[in-house]
């Protein structure tokens, strides 16, 4: 079966500070995809990022940046200098890699609230 | 470009009356499609998805139904209403092969029923 862990509820932070969102993820699949979305007020999901299972190297997107660790199967999401724009709902998700419905499975979400 | 629509944006309905709620999908064929629910916990669960017109698969057991009469567009639907179907409702499709994204998601509709 699989599962993804966001632990955190929620978060608050005060503007300019780093904060990071953690992500935890099961599968049996040898090749996957992982996803982070953004939901802000809105509602709308606002795709964030995609990492291939085979790829483990770090990415940064101007103040965000991700840490796929596969040996501990995590893919967490760091916001540096956050903003109050970052308000919103981050959702982690996993997808394996097969043709077909592609069926995302998601974490419950962590809400992120920036303060000024 | 491809693009969602998901109509309408928010409904509020008696307990026991019907609903349809639409999505198209433009800029695309044989799009896989989904719907979604977020209850008030924020968590995202896949009701339906579909491969092809005419064919729908439920991941849950509920008082809904989808159709896909086109190959562009999926409709959610309701005979009677509870009150456990309030929510915020998204659908989403992603390409046969998956493409970049995952998904791309509509802009929602929040579904009050009272």
């Known amino acids: 079966a699989q599962k993804v862990t966001q632990a955190q509820t929620e978060i608050s932070v005060v503007e300019k500070e780093d904060v990071t969102l953690d992500c935890v993820y099961e599968?049996?699949?040898?090749?996957?995809?992982l996803f982070w979305y953004k939901q802000p007020p809105s509602g709308e999901l606002v795709f964030l990022i995609r990492?291939?299972?085979?790829?483990?190297q770090n990415e940064i997107s101007g103040r965000y940046s991700w840490n796929f660790q596969k040996s501990t199967s995590s893919f967490n999401f760091t916001i540096t200098a956050s903003q109050v724009v970052d308000s919103a709902v981050y959702f982690c998700?996993?997808?394996?890699?097969?043709?077909?419905?592609?069926?995302?499975?998601f974490g419950q979400g962590t809400r992120l609230t920036i303060n000024p | 470009s491809q693009t969602i629509h998901q109509w309408p944006a928010t409904l509020v309905q008696p307990v026991g009356s019907p609903l349809s709620l639409e999505c198209t999908v433009e800029?695309?064929?044989?799009?896989?499609l989904y719907w979604y629910r977020q209850a008030a916990g924020r968590g995202l669960q896949l009701l339906f998805y579909?491969?092809?017109?005419?064919?729908i698969s439920s991941e849950v057991p509920q008082n809904l139904s989808a159709s896909r009469p086109q190959d562009r567009q999926f409709i959610l639907s309701s005979k009677k209403l509870l009150l456990s179907d309030s929510g915020f409702y998204l659908c989403?499709?992603?390409?046969?092969?998956?493409?970049?994204?995952?998904?791309?998601f509509g802009s929602g509709t929040r579904l009050t029923v009272v």
């Open positions: 599968t049996r699949d040898t090749t996957y995809y």
């Open positions: 998700a996993l997808r394996p890699l097969i043709q077909g419905a592609q069926k995302l499975v």
């Open positions: 989403a499709w992603s390409a046969l092969s998956g493409g970049p994204y995952g998904y791309t």
């Open positions: 579909s491969v092809g017109i005419g064919q």
């Open positions: 800029g695309t064929s044989n799009p896989n």
């Open positions: 990492r291939n299972s085979f790829d483990e």
